[in-house]
């Protein structure tokens, strides 16, 4: 049995060690309460979400004086935080773009959290460092980078923009200037807009750009843009180009944006936090053509990698931009200084105490394997065209944008809605497919989510999940056509 608690001590006797024979059974059971999961994640909800007053209810307590027992809290976890905690890695997820990590990759986090690894500086995690290094050289070979590039795990795609940012920010413009501009198209990520806002850029210093007729940024408008700006007297200086839009998975024209910042001397950074891993799959490789020439990159393991949270990466043409843009020495750090041949990776980012990020990423592709990851990802990809095919074949809905990547927007358009012109009533169109997403939510069979293209309200449906099958798709394409149904017959639009 777990121990009940740590009980009273005496003054001088206090330590938060767990005897071995107590920590072996606590291992035990949260290892079973995890294959539990894993094993039976797809007979469970998809979406569990609980209001703040049950919540408080529930869990709203002052610290306790005296311990609890292990046995206790891991059965509270598990009925009072587990049943309230949707499942992004549910293999009928398909909103936003989902997180499915594996349990080699939880034991690798569990390692590094175990063994409390502090991934900071390279002489307190030599080995630890050498993983993240050998782990980023992985990422820029299949992605065509220099030998001269590297980069560092971060927390996730967010950071890894931002950092691509100061970058771009420190080579190309210098000291802050209020006449310094970004491009972008319309469908970038907000967390460019907060990156940007970050730096003290002020909101008409990030230009957003029209999309084109595939939804990338149109090549032709960021051309007018910036020969306009330039004549003005503002000092263009970044493009930050999507590799896998989060709308709509579409990739912009990388090696034509490419070839515009090289004329003008501009910085190029590619989100790729969603679709740079598909650079595993042949057709990805493809669709991807002209990352290779990007100046810096931002990846997310923990979504075509399939690894656990926290997982983002950042990646520099030069490695050696990321130690100028971010080294800082001060009297308390001597002892670690490091170098060229022993670099800390705190000297690459924003974070000086960090956790090892890299240790459940190398142990889960050593373990795995290429071959099966690019399986993998191939076979998601096939399931969203696989998806739109079903759609298509699905009466009321309408392709918005078409699979790009694994992503596909569409909208429920029920006949009536349509006037004598093909006109719509969009208003109403918005309250119908926003009220068949809630019920889709409430089902708990399956999540998608909404997002605007064009400046419409549309449905997306993102296939990423390792554990999705074809059965999958035709449960959430099924729930959309008879939820459809449904709401445009109570609201008298069928």
């Known amino acids: 049995m777990f121990s009940a608690g740590a009980g009273r001590v005496k003054q001088g006797e206090v330590t938060l060690e767990t005897p071995p024979d107590e920590m072996r059974q606590f291992g035990h059971a949260v290892v079973e309460s995890l294959i539990r999961h894993y094993s039976g994640l797809p007979n469970e909800r998809v979406v569990n979400v609980a209001n703040r007053d049950e919540t408080e209810a529930l869990l709203r307590e002052p610290p306790p004086e005296e311990g609890q027992g292990l046995e206790q809290l891991l059965r509270e976890f598990e009925q009072k935080v587990v049943p309230r905690t949707s499942h992004v890695d549910h293999p ?34 030599s080995a630890a460092h050498q993983i993240e290094l050998v782990v980023i050289d992985w990422f820029k070979s299949w992605l065509g980078l220099p030998e001269t590039a590297g980069g560092t795990l971060v927390s996730g795609g967010s950071v890894a923009n931002l950092t691509g940012l100061i970058l771009a920010r420190e080579r190309r413009l210098g000291d802050m ?17 907060r990156g940007a806002r970050i730096l003290g850029f002020r909101p008409e210093q990030l230009c957003k750009l029209q999309i084109d007729a595939a939804f990338r940024l149109d090549i032709a408008a960021l051309e007018r843009a910036v020969t306009e700006d330039v004549a003005a007297g503002r000092r263009p200086f970044c493009v930050v180009a999507n590799a896998g839009a989060t709308s709509t998975g579409s990739i912009d024209p990388l090696p034509e944006i490419a070839d515009l ?8 950074h590619v989100d790729a936090a969603y679709g740079g ?25 923990h979504k075509w990698l399939y690894t656990p949270f926290e997982a983002g990466c950042v990646l520099a043409r030069e490695v050696h931009h ?54 993998v990802i191939s076979r998601t990809m096939d399931l969203a065209h696989y998806g739109q095919e079903l759609l298509e074949r699905t009466p009321g809905i309408e392709i918005v944008s078409p699979v790009a990547l694994s992503v596909v ?18 208003h109403r169109l918005e309250e119908i497919n926003d009220e068949i997403r809630r019920r889709i939510w409430d089902s708990g069979r399956a999540m998608l989510s909404s997002t605007r293209v064009r400046g419409l309200y549309v449905l997306r449906l993102c296939v990423v999940n390792h554990n999705t099958r074809r059965a999958d798709v035709e449960e959430l394409v099924r729930l959309v056509g008879e939820h459809g149904a449904a709401v445009a017959a109570e609201l008298g639009s069928g």
Not at 261 to 268: A, F, N, P, Q, R
């Open 322 to 375: 990321l130690y100028d843009a971010f080294h800082i020495l001060p009297e308390y750090l001597v002892d670690v200084a490091g170098g060229p041949s022993h670099p800390n990776m705190c000297d690459h980012g924003i974070q000086l105490s960090r956790s090892c990020r890299a240790l459940k990423i190398w142990l889960a592709i050593k373990h795995f394997g290429l071959a099966r990851y690019r399986a």
């Open 92 to 125: 009928r997820m398909f909103a936003f773009i989902p997180g499915s990590g594996t349990f080699v990759g939880a034991m690798g986090d569990a390692l590094a959290s175990g063994y409390n690894i502090y991934a900071g500086t390279w002489i307190e995690s």
């Open 277 to 301: 891993f598909a650079v595993l799959d042949e057709r990805g490789r493809q669709l991807l053509e002209g990352i290779e020439r990007a100046d810096s990159l931002a990846l997310d393991a």
């Open 409 to 426: 927007t569409f909208r429920y358009v029920p006949p009536s809605l349509r006037g004598t012109g093909g006109e719509l009533d969009e």
């Open 261 to 268: 910042c090289e004329e003008h001397g501009l910085w190029l």
């Open 177 to 193: 200037r209020q006449d310094g501009v970004i491009y972008t198209s319309e469908l970038a990520h907000s967390c460019i807009d």
